[in-house]
């Protein structure tokens, strides 16, 4: 890693995390019609902190989560030098009729939530998908595909990296790095 | 991670990193195929033909399904309908059906090494599903997926396979399996159905079914194919049945619970009797559901190396 620079941490981040949440309430209130999905792995990781940011806030017992797994339905598949793993999906309810919150990190060319989008569909026609990312990458997009709501907006050349490193603890100091490989 | 060969020819020639790949990728593949919707788009490029030479149903059916489930196209082929009573040979009948595009070949032949011998003309992926009496690498991952779901990691366990074993490909693909998953694996039957020298695998062998089913955790029943014994090798069924069928009396005598399989079709009252085959302890039905998400792991794995 060269160029390492941290675009977010610490208190921001979690000003970043809190202010997201109250966007989530201002637009869907109390949940009820409502799921979070976050996209395997990375997002989930993310999606974990919005669902445990938003029980504190709000206290809500049943919120829908699932956790969605994109690898079979990635249009990249046989064409990567490196073969993709695939994660575990856990959908425990169909989205019919459902407002659905889409969680992933790192918003980039767009083809993860493409995917996403492929895969939801075998869950249910959901009234509504909204997507929530971390950080929005707005260069280089492949699709016609936008955040809903957006934790920080990064600017960067092709070449460079963006990555959320979580820390072990969930109030432990998070951070978005950015960097280009030696 | 990705798998360590081009085709599955046998457990033979794979790893135990493959396999372990193998079965956790069975494991995402069981969700899909539980959803409302259990079809996914990954090898919608992917054209796979099944070439049958020899019987089957479970086998054929289990791969069809994991081939649509992955929406791959599909060409079926059976050695009794074909142009193989004609007089062509294995090489024609396969080069024939690739010129017309075909990627992947999932193939059943009587002759053991059929795979082996088409792997070094061909291009495409090969699947074995079942050679003689050599190998069915399939049945073995998906014995080893639905041991794993049933008694947990494999390495230590004590798994005994009971039955026909000088005939089986099953028998012989599971000690490979079950043997680089770090299993104690135990044969039982009769000694003329025994291979001599099996030891050598790594196995251990008794005649004795009651000291190992109080021995195992897992007891894999194999059928008794009559269709292959050319001679004698038991005097009548119905003994084979007194001294090596498992039933309900039989297990209720031991102080545990264990785990039954069998890889179909049963015989039953030969092999087994239909309290125990409809038991609780069974997951007969549990392997063949477990077969479609294993076929699809194979076929998933094996299309990722055919770079386009």
Known sequence: ?182 | MQLSTKHLLGIKYITREDIQLILDTATQFKEVINRPIKKVPSLRDVTVANLFFENSTRTRISFELAEKRLSADTVNFSASSSSVKKGETLLDTVNNILSMKVDMVVMRHPAPGAHVFLSHHIDANIINAGDGTHEHPTQALLDAYSMREAVGDLEGKNIAIFGDILHSRVALSNIFCLRKLGANVRVCGPPTLIPRHIESLGVSVSYDVKKTLQWCDVANVLRIQLERQDVKYFPSLREYTQHFGINKHLLDSLKKDIVIMHPGPINRGVELTSDVADSKQSIILQQVENGVAVRMAVLYLLAEQRQV
């Open chain 1, 1 to 182: 890693m060269k160029d390492n620079r941290v675009i977010l941490e610490g208190k921001k981040f979690k000003l970043a995390i809190d202010r997201l949440c109250h966007e989530l309430i201002e637009n869907h209130a109390d949940f009820t019609e409502t799921c979070l999905i976050g996209v395997q792995p990375r997002g989930v990781l993310f999606a974990d902190h919005i669902y445990n940011n938003l029980q504190k806030i709000l206290d809500i017992k049943d919120l829908l989560y699932g956790k969605l797994d994109v690898t079979f339905y990635r249009d990249d598949f046989r064409t990567r030098n490196t073969p993709l793993a695939a994660s575990t999906t856990k959908m425990d309810f169909l989205v019919d009729g459902k407002k659905v919150i889409l969680v992933d990190d790192v918003l980039y060319t767009g083809r993860t939530i493409r995917a996403a989008l492929d895969a939801l569909g075998h869950y249910g026609r959901p009234n509504k998908v909204e997507l929530l990312s971390l950080v929005d990458r707005r260069f280089n997009r492949h699709l016609p595909i936008q955040s809903d709501y957006i934790g920080i907006t990064v600017d960067a050349v092709d070449e460079a990296y963006v990555r959320v490193d979580w820390a072990k603890k969930s109030n432990g100091n998070h951070k978005i790095l950015m960097y280009t490989k030696e």
